[in-house]
């Protein structure tokens, strides 16, 4: 079977590496001509554990174009395009000038979306592109993209041709992953649906932290005990200051608004939404709260990717702390092991970090923020992520833990 990829961003190119190291002939399409040419090369834009070896390992198989009429053979061609939010609304302008650029297909062929989109796009796609469509979103994880794809938790295919659904379940046969088979817009609100479900549980727990704060309790104990519930579960119940990166803020705002105009808001999602918005700045008021008046002063911020094992800084809390914290005159310093950006000064060093600093501010688990406690003793902390062992610190705050109050100060 021949593949096309239609951008070649974080879904697009996985798919692409993941399907070529199948034994699949795939050609990937971009409108970036550095990136394909850098890809042509060996140069791979994204950070993504095992993205490199794979790539290079599928050589031959897998080529890089901006030219779509070399999509004219393949039988199925992904549309793995961006879908920013512009002013709170999904933009879908990529994800339509592909599909009339995807005219080019054989009347055979299949545009499998893989892009998020919302409920109704698939059908403009098969409109424009006069192709048969399906809905294939993706679930993939940021650091974990690879497994993800090669063993994802279940297939969601949406459509309506029953040969074309059939095409583009063959392509991931490989996976043993259980198949669902839906309609187009049962597929795109699934998608929506999960990822807002994952945001919400976030914020939830976040505001069982707020409240931990005021009552002496910690709010880990409680997170655990509620995931032995099964129906509750473990996963996503992790307090800390919100959400970031390229999928939850986007989406959560861009499934209000469509909720918003057909009528029934989803306001449990516009709460989650209003939640992880504040945590930026309660961090902020945290260290205001041990280290006092901000102004002139140090702080140095540890981990400016959005969550650990990543270098990406889309919409990465630490970042949003930095900027609160400039406004009120504070000199910010940060510290990543792998993000790099213009927007705050980095140092090298974690220890060069907290050492030129009067105040830490720990806003991303990395692995190696753990047991620096010996560092932090003379600090102002405020332990965004819950890494520390707080017994071992002398003035600090930790999200949904305790005042420091009797009994419970170190
Ligand atoms: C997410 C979804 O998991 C994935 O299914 C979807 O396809 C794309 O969006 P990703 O953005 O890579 O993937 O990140 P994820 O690991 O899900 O974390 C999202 C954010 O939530 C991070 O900022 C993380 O720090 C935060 N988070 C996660 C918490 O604050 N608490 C938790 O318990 C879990």
């Known amino acids: 079977m021949r593949i096309g990829v ?89 994800v339509l000038s592909a599909s009339r650029s995807l005219k080019v297909l054989g009347k055979d062929s299949v545009i499998a979306v ?34 993800d794809t090669t063993n994802p938790d279940r297939i969601v295919i949406g459509g309506e041709a029953q040969w074309a659904m059939d ?55 409680v997170a655990k005990a509620m995931g032995l519930d099964p129906r509750i579960s473990p996963h996503f119940l992790r307090a800390g200051l919100g959400y970031g990166g390229s999928c939850f803020p986007k989406d959560t705002k861009a499934f209000l608004s469509f909720s918003e105009d057909l009528g029934e808001p989803l306001r449990i999602v516009g709460a989650a939404i209003q939640v992880n918005e504040e945590r930026p700045l309660r961090a902020v008021r945290m260290l205001e709260e041990v280290m006092g008046e ?37 000199r910010v310093i940060g510290y990543d092991p792998m ?10 060093t974690k220890e060069e970090c907290i050492a030129r600093a009067e105040g830490v501010i720990v806003a991303t688990e990395w692995e190696e923020f753990k047991g620096i406690e010996d560092l932090l003793k003379e600090k102002y902390v405020v332990d965004g992520r819950r890494i520390l062992d707080l017994s071992k610190l002398k003035r600090f705050r930790a999200v949904g833990y305790g005042r420091m109050t009797e009994g419970r100060s170190p």
């Open 114 to 147: 893989k892009s998020t989109v919302i409920p109704g796009t698939a059908r403009k796609v098969r409109e424009l592109s006069g192709r048969e469509v399906v809905s294939n979103p993706e679930f993939l994880k940021e650091g974990s993209a690879i497994r």
């Open 339 to 348: 993000a790099r950006t213009e927007s705050v000064e980095q140092v090298s």
């Open 6 to 94: 239609v951008g070649l961003g974080y879904v697009g190119l996985v798919t692409a590496a993941v399907l070529a190291d199948k034994g699949y002939e795939v050609v990937g399409v971009d409108v970036d001509e550095r990136k394909v040419e850098g890809l042509n090369c060996g140069r791979v834009p994204i950070y993504e554990p095992g993205l490199k070896e794979l790539l290079t390992r599928s050589q031959g198989r897998l080529t890089f174009t901006t030219d779509y009429s070399r999509l004219s053979d393949v039988d199925v061609a992904f549309i793995a395009v961006s879908t920013p939010t512009v002013n709170g609304r999904i933009s879908l302008d990529y």
């Open 167 to 221: 095409l583009v379940e063959k392509v991931w046969s490989f996976t043993n992953s259980p198949v669902i088979r839906t309609t187009w817009e049962e597929a795109e609100m699934i998608k929506y649906a999960s990822n807002s479900f994952l945001a919400v549980k976030i914020s939830f727990i976040n505001e069982i932290a707020n409240l931990c704060e005021r009552l002496n309790c910690d709010v880990n104990v």
């Open 294 to 330: 901000l102004r002139d002063r140090v702080v140095c911020i540890l981990g400016l990717a959005f969550k650990p094992n990543t270098d990406d800084t889309r919409e990465s809390v630490g970042l949003k702390i930095a900027s609160l914290l400039k406004e009120k005159g504070v």
